[in-house]
Every structure is written in C-alpha cells, then in structure tokens.
C-alpha cells in the first residue's frame, strides 16, 4: 500500500496534470476507437441489419481485379479489390448502398534515427447509394450473367463503376474534400479521405444519402 500511495500525485499541480493526462486519453479513446474497432464488430451489425460483409487487410474473393478491371462482370462473391480493408452491402430504408474502405500505405516523417522515411496507414471511405433501382440506365448490370433474385447483388457492379473514379482521387496531393454529396447516373455518394468507417459514422451517412435521395 505504502508504494501505491508513493505513486500518487502530491498536490493540486500533480492532480491536475493526472486530469490532463485522462482527459486526453478519453479524447483519443472517443475520436480513435470506434473506428479501430469497426472491423470487429461489423460483422454483429450486419446480421442485425441483414447486410453482406466482406473483411480483411484486402478483402478476400475468388478473383484479384485490377482497379480498373472493366473486362468481366463484377461479382460480390469473385471479386477482391485492391487495397480494400472492408466492403459493406445493404439495404437502408429500401434503398440499396454499398461502403467500401480501403487502406493505402504513405510517406511521413523522415526518420532521421533510421536514415530514411517512415510510414503510415492512410485509410479512405466512399458510401455510395442508389437512388434508382437502375443505376446508368441498366448498363452496369446488364452483363450479370446468374439469375440473381437479390436486388443488392445485382447493383455491385454499378456501384464498382460508380466508385472506380472516385477512389484514385485520394492519391491525388490536390484533391480536396467535398461539402457536398456526389451524385449522376443514378447514384449518389459521401466520401473522406483519411478517416475510418464506425457503426455510427455509417448509418449517419446512409441517413443523409437517404434523405437527399428522396427530395
């Protein structure tokens, strides 16, 4: 006991600096958390939901595809994306959506210890939805060759189509985040670069994208 108590800040000042080293952890845990653990409890959220999950440090499937693979028909259950850390395929409020997060490794600091730069994990969403049940006039789901009775699956293609052009825009040192949502062809989309998918932050966004497909 007597080394516990010795621990023990001594005085006003040293309680106050134990309140600030709390405070600033219970910010980290608040702001970081969430997102570190979506992954985790995603798939319990999807059952609640009755969503399709695909998780992973690149998102298993029976087939890799290029980012710009355009050459066969996308499917939920063959294609592995690039980079992708996580895809989510659903329905809220009757309207089909998918979210996909990707990871993608970049430069930091120098690090000057080791002679040379560090890295770090960046990690960017898009949450796409549709406001039509035939995004591009059918095109993107015309070469779906199974008869797929599940209207979600029959939208993944578009969706990847929709997304293609989006993604790559992160990599760019001039891109810059958007106010507003993305929308045309039937679909329509919130993206943020640098930043994780949670439980919460997805549904606000399916809220929003719902809202504004229905006005």
């Known amino acids: 006991m007597d080394e516990l108590?010795?621990?023990?800040?001594?005085?006003?000042?040293?309680?106050?600096?134990?309140?600030?080293?709390?405070?600033?952890?219970?910010?980290?845990?608040?702001r970081r958390l969430p997102g570190k653990l979506?992954?985790?409890?995603?798939?319990?959220?999807?059952?609640?939901?009755?969503?399709?999950v695909k998780t992973g440090p690149t998102?298993?499937?029976?087939?890799?595809?290029a980012a710009d693979d355009r050459s066969i028909p996308a499917s939920w259950e063959d294609n592995k994306l690039?980079?992708?850390h996580l895809e989510v395929l659903g329905e809220h409020r009757g309207y089909t959506f998918h979210a996909r997060q990707q990871r993608t490794r970049v430069t930091g600091a120098t690090s000057f210890e080791h002679?040379?730069?560090?890295?770090?994990?960046?990690?960017?969403?898009?949450?796409?939805?549709?406001?039509?049940?035939?995004?591009y006039d059918g095109f993107s789901t015309a070469g779906v060759s199974q008869a797929v009775a599940d209207r979600r699956l029959t939208l993944?293609?578009?969706?990847?189509?929709?997304?293609?052009?989006?993604f790559?825009?992160?990599?760019?040192?001039?891109?810059?985040?958007?106010?507003?949502?993305?929308?045309?062809?039937?679909m329509i989309s919130t993206e943020h670069q640098g930043g994780r998918l949670s439980g919460r932050t997805l549904l606000a966004h399916l809220d929003a994208l719902t809202a504004a497909a229905e006005k």
């Open 168 to 186: 790559p825009l992160f990599d760019s040192s001039s891109y810059s985040p958007r106010k507003k949502f993305r929308h045309g062809g039937g």
């Open 82 to 84: 690039p980079r992708t």
């Open 115 to 135: 002679g040379g730069h560090s890295y770090r994990w960046r990690y960017d969403y898009v949450v796409s939805l549709a406001a039509t049940s035939t995004p």
């Open 38 to 52: 979506f992954r985790l409890i995603l798939p319990l959220l999807a059952r609640k939901h009755g969503w399709l």
């Open 5 to 30: 108590l010795y621990w023990l800040p001594d005085g006003p000042a040293g309680w106050a600096l134990v309140g600030v080293a709390f405070l600033a952890l219970a910010w980290w845990c608040v």
């Open 156 to 166: 993944y293609p578009a969706f990847l189509e929709w997304e293609r052009k989006i």
């Open 59 to 65: 998102v298993r499937g029976r087939r890799a595809a």
